[in-house]
């Protein structure tokens, strides 16, 4: 393994590190219960989320040691192979990102366990990215095929994470807030935690905000599913039904702040991208690299940012005189496939190969991307890296990037050249992470 490659994977385990659910759940857990003030009696734990099961198993290894006198119960879901240990709460794996029956069925159970909570009660809601598929519990009259069909039509759309939710939680009975409206309405104290693989993260967008007061209106769903051209023939009529029902003020909004007065109702974030962005950062500065985090709110097509990036690793490469520099970014690119084409990877490795195949005049360039939930769209990778090396082997195998960018099979390309992040299940998720080596 070359200097260069430890390099790129070191700084995204260090960015993985911090968003450790092991590490941080019982941090935030004895802010929000100090000494003297744990929960006793029935404390029921619900969650959805790639990083939920893991949370969930934090929670419960906190309580043990910490809480004597807590009834502790719940259910949880996370994707197929997310699964961690527990003991008294129940680990439910579901589809995502298009959910499916058992997922329903476990957003059912959590419906029922907390409709059921009395006064006094603490609900624990454990929610990290990934939960707007997971959590998945129509509206009436709205089926979970109905709800398939949406999710894979806003999904081919190229529709950004954001609207796809916005839609999502105008659809649900347990999103867009309803959750907390349903224990409050049991008279329960309701402790959110909430891991954020969303730009700005704003509890309300973190897996369609299940405990938080909502933005957004029926009116928006609508006008997201006008702006990607889906309609009828792509929507099923159920769902349009209830939407434009909505507008009417014939069913009830999501959540609304002016719904929490006097209400116990807590929204903690306790992981973000950007606090895994510095702490790739940090170390990088100790292997001599000056680091420059773009941000964490980087959106658009993937290969277009590949394209931007390129450009501006050009730039930095002629000024930067001789200091050796690191582009950190995160955020959450789209990838639109075009009808007739199946693709293979997801929106970190097409993301890289844009940025390869934009690049090929900056000889000094290094750059990995991955997703931090270990899965990079379609394959069971987390992304892909590249180094020069890299680029001397994909000229000798004769590998055009333009043509697998053409056929979005960026994971055939960089499988090829032994260049694929495989990480498996990181049991965590903040969004995708992205880094750009430039040495002097």
């Not at 993985?16 to 941090?27: N, R, S, T, Y």
């Not at 058992?102 to 059912?108: I, L, P, T």
């Not at 394209?307 to 501006?312: G, I, S, T, Y």
């Not at 496939?337 to 690049?359: H, M, N, Q, T, V």
Request: hydrophobic content about 40%; aromatic content about 4%.
């Amino acid at each position: 393994m070359s200097q260069q490659e430890t390099i790129l994977k070191n700084a995204f385990a260090a960015a993985l590190a911090v968003a450790d659910p092991k590490k941080i759940v019982p941090e935030y857990l004895a802010k929000i219960f100090p000494l003297g003030s744990e929960p006793k009696g029935r404390c029921l734990v619900v969650g959805a989320g790639k990083a939920s099961a893991s949370m969930a198993t934090a929670l419960e290894s906190h309580a043990k040691n910490h809480w004597p006198n807590s009834i502790l119960e719940g259910v949880v879901l996370t994707r197929y192979g997310h699964h961690s240990p527990t003991s008294h709460i129940q680990i439910i794996e579901a589809g995502h990102p298009v959910p499916d029956q058992a997922g329903m069925d476990g957003a059912k159970e959590i419906y029922r366990l907390v409709s059921e909570l009395n006064q006094g009660d603490i609900l624990i809601a454990l929610i990290s990215g990934g939960g707007s598929s997971l959590l998945t519990l129509p509206q009436a009259g709205i089926s979970i095929e109905d709800m398939r069909k949406t999710t894979e039509a806003l999904l081919r759309s190229g529709a950004p994470i954001e609207e796809m939710n916005v839609v999502r939680k105008h659809l649900s009975a347990i999103q867009g807030g309803n959750l907390a409206r349903l224990a409050i309405a049991r008279g329960a104290r309701v402790e959110a935690l909430l891991i954020s693989d969303v730009t700005g993260d704003a509890p309300a967008d973190i897996a369609s905000g299940p405990c938080a007061p909502d933005y957004s209106s029926y009116q928006d769903a609508i006008n997201i599913l006008n702006k990607h051209h889906l309609g009828s023939d792509s929507i099923p009529r159920s769902v349009l039904s209830h939407l434009q029902r909505g507008v009417a003020g014939e069913v009830p909004e999501t959540l609304k702040e002016a719904d929490l007065q006097n209400s116990a109702v807590s929204n903690h974030v306790i992981a973000t991208a950007y606090k895994s962005l510095e702490a790739a950062a940090d170390y990088v500065r100790t292997q001599g690299y000056e680091p420059v985090i773009l941000g964490d709110t980087i959106t658009g097509e993937a290969q277009d940012v590949g394209v931007e990036q390129a450009a501006l690793a050009r730039q930095h490469s002629l000024s930067s005189g001789d200091k050796s520099v690191a582009l950190i970014s995160g955020g959450e690119c789209t990838v639109t496939i075009p009808d007739g084409i199946k693709g293979r990877g997801g929106r970190c490795s097409e993301y890289l190969l844009s940025l390869f195949a934009a690049s090929t005049d900056t000889p000094n360039i290094c750059a990995l991307a991955a997703d931090t939930d270990g899965i990079d769209g379609s394959e069971k990778n987390a992304g892909a890296w590249f180094t020069p090396e890299i680029r001397q082997a994909a000229n000798k195998q004769d590998l055009i990037s333009s043509r697998y960018l053409d056929q979005h099979d960026c994971y055939g390309f960089f499988a090829q050249l032994d260049a694929l992040v495989e990480t498996g299940p990181t049991l965590t998720n903040v969004n995708d992470f992205r880094i750009i080596l430039l040495d002097k």
